[in-house]
């Protein structure tokens, strides 16, 4: 077994901005499942990992952004199970100058210290990365390998987050995740019963991902996508958000990701602030983690001159 399961504790939130309101909030800290391969990459990983090993390969393909969760995950999970990994990289810019890119990103820095091989692709050659061709490329130079998704997103993946609900789990009424790829929610509302609510909140614009999660959700339709939260777009963010990130975290202690995690957390709040919610319901949020990020974002606001996450 590589990652066992674990089940996460569950904290009560008490939050000024909605402490007058007949709604009870719980948070499931899938963040703190393992110190690297944090929340639901820890689940997405989990079957794929055993599936690799099933096929004997030795060496993890995977794909992401130069800030990726996904991208250090699994650069932690092949250190610590010994499995090569290559990254394939958005953004051929970023190989003119690795040494110094690595001294200012610290996921990319995370993942080399971990052992991880970079290959950096332009980014239309990025959008083409699920081709047969693409793929054939990487087998020619790299050799037999085992290939995770963008996101870590597959039938394994789904598996996984299928454990991330427990039995102690059934007494909420409503279960919140956020959306990337549609993988964890989609693991998520798999293990639901009848009388519960899923309300994914997207961090991407635009509807699509209703689509993808269709693609694994098969026989419920106890569902729904908020794209109301997502501030502009994938890893965009507002002074507002940042400031309720701050907030949130100094009255309850628990840190949020502002890709993720953190604007899920605003719109949960924001509907509970709104009554959208009927007094009385539980609502359990799952923190899938992506904390590593913070650092690189905190880079960014600060050369914007803006207010960092603390």
Avoid at 41 to 67: C, D, H, M, P, W
Avoid at 249 to 266: A, H, R, S, W
Avoid at 271 to 297: C, P, R, S, V, W
Wanted: charged fraction near 25%; charge should be positive.
């Amino acid at each position: 077994m590589y990652l066992e399961n674990k089940n996460s504790s569950i904290q009560q939130i008490h939050f000024s901005e909605i402490s007058d309101k007949e709604v009870s909030l719980f948070i499931k800290r899938e963040d703190e499942l393992h110190p690297f391969i944090s929340g639901n990459k820890y689940r997405k990983l989990k079957y794929n990992l055993i599936e690799a090993s099933n096929q004997n390969k030795k060496t993890l393909v995977t794909f992401g952004g130069a800030y990726s969760n996904h991208i250090a995950a699994t650069a932690a999970a092949g250190f610590q199970f010994r499995f090569n990994t290559i990254g394939i990289i958005r953004g051929d810019e970023l190989a003119a100058n690795l040494e110094k890119v690595l001294q200012n990103n610290a996921t990319l820095k995370f993942a080399s210290e971990h052992n991880m091989q970079f290959e950096f692709v332009s980014r239309s050659e990025y959008r083409n990365k699920t081709s047969i061709e693409f793929i054939n490329n990487l087998s020619d130079k790299f050799g037999d390998f085992y290939l995770v998704p963008e996101g870590g997103t597959n039938q394994f993946a789904i598996k996984g987050c299928e454990e991330i609900l427990t039995k102690e789990d059934e007494k909420y009424d409503v279960i919140c995740a956020s959306v990337g790829t549609g993988g964890t929610i989609s693991g998520i509302i798999n293990a639901t019963k009848k009388h519960q609510k899923v309300i994914g909140f997207s961090a991407l614009k635009g509807d699509f991902l209703k689509a993808e999660i269709k693609k694994y959700v098969l026989k419920k339709d106890n569902w729904s996508l908020n794209t109301n939260y997502h501030f502009g777009g994938y890893a965009k963010v507002s002074e507002e958000l940042i400031t309720f990130i701050n907030i949130f975290k100094q009255e309850t202690g628990i840190p949020l990701d502002p890709v993720y995690t953190g604007k899920m957390l605003f719109g949960i709040v924001d509907l509970i602030k709104n009554d959208y919610f009927e007094k009385g319901t539980k609502i359990l949020a799952i923190h899938t983690g992506g904390l590593q990020g913070i650092e690189g974002m905190n880079v960014y606001l600060k050369n914007k001159k803006l207010a960092q996450i603390v």
